[in-house]
Antibody, heavy 113, light 112 residues
């Protein structure tokens, strides 16, 4: 079956960067675009951006432009999301989602001094 | 950005009774390809969102048929014909007709 397994929780200091991975299995990696969505504590869902696993093309929400980078490794069917210049407001659970159909379990990123 | 507005923001339902959630988008979700890109998700406590309905009315794999979606243009509705205890959580609508994709605020469903 389709599985998206994300990397573990992270604690970062303000100004640092974090890189979250999402390893996929159970389907053809290039079949679905991969999305990243985040959820701050007690808040709703916020779409961050999308990557085409085939060609690597990306599109980011304007809010994250310049701070987010999404990449993929086709040899391991894994996508990555790196967020830089972290601030406390970036504390959230970050989800990868394949085609907005299948979702990873989420990765908690805590930004605290 | 397309604003997605859900109503109500919370509802309390007796098991076996129906429930309905409305979602209005700031502009039409009808794409030039003829499809309408509205989605519905349920996020159960402590879990990632799970897809219920895509393209207005298509139930995703494994979703019980008590869930149904309808609507067109800018107005969409999720209906649960008979609420069960396992349906508790927060329901979100989402649009994917235009970047950036956007979600509604969420509707919290609890059981009476």
């Amino acid at each position: 079956q389709v599985q998206l397994v994300q990397s573990g929780a992270e604690v970062k200091k303000p100004g640092a960067s974090v890189k979250v991975s999402c390893k996929t299995s159970g389907y053809t990696f290039t079949s679905y675009y991969m999305h990243w969505v985040r959820q701050a504590p007690g808040q709703g869902l916020e779409w961050m951006g999308i990557i085409n696993p085939s060609g690597g093309g990306t599109s980011y929400a304007q809010k994250f432009q310049g701070r987010v980078t999404m990449t993929r490794d086709t040899s391991t069917s894994t996508v990555y999301m790196e967020l830089s210049s972290l601030r406390s407001e970036d504390t959230a659970v970050y989800y990868c989602s394949s085609g907005l159909r299948y979702w990873g379990q989420g990765t908690l990123v805590t930004v605290s001094s | 950005d397309i604003v997605m507005t859900q109503t109500p923001l919370s509802l309390s339902v007796t098991p076996g009774q129906p429930a309905s959630i409305s979602c209005k988008s700031g502009q039409s979700l009808l794409h030039s390809d003829g499809k309408t890109y509205s989605f519905w998700y349920l996020q159960k406590p402590g879990q990632p969102p799970q897809l219920l309905i895509y393209e207005v009315s298509n139930r995703f794999s494994g979703v019980p048929d008590r869930f149904s979606g309808s609507g067109s243009g800018t107005d969409f509705t999720l209906k649960i014909s008979r609420v069960e205890a396992e349906d508790v959580g927060v329901y979100y609508c989402m649009q994917s007709v235009q970047l950036p994709y956007t979600f509604g605020q969420g509707t919290k469903l609890e059981i009476k």
